[in-house]
């Protein structure tokens, strides 16, 4: 028994189903994974991060960011605040 060949110009191929392609992009990412930098820390510290994280449900690098947020708010003094942001806004730039 010999196989035949089908052309395939001669077949007709009606799609009914379309797939919803609009996403809605909520999340707007500020950096790319590309122009993140690698941080070390002790393993136990490492090891509470990728805890909190997990049990946060977001990753660890967003958990990094929070916790440095709540610390320049709790924990710097007015003074050492405004040095801070001289110091941040000069590297920004």
Known sequence: MAL???D???FEVNIKKTVDDSRDEQKTT???AADRKSLRVDP??????KSLAYIKDVKMYELVESAVEAYKQNTLSERE????DSIYQRKQS
């Not at 136990?44 to 991060?49: A, K």
């Not at 605040?81 to 801070?84: G, K, S």
Request: no cysteine.
């Open 4 to 6: 035949i060949k089908k």
């Open 8 to 10: 395939a110009d001669h």
């Open 30 to 32: 500020k950096y790319s």
């Open 44 to 49: 136990p510290v490492f090891d509470t991060i």
């Open 81 to 84: 605040r405004e040095i801070f």
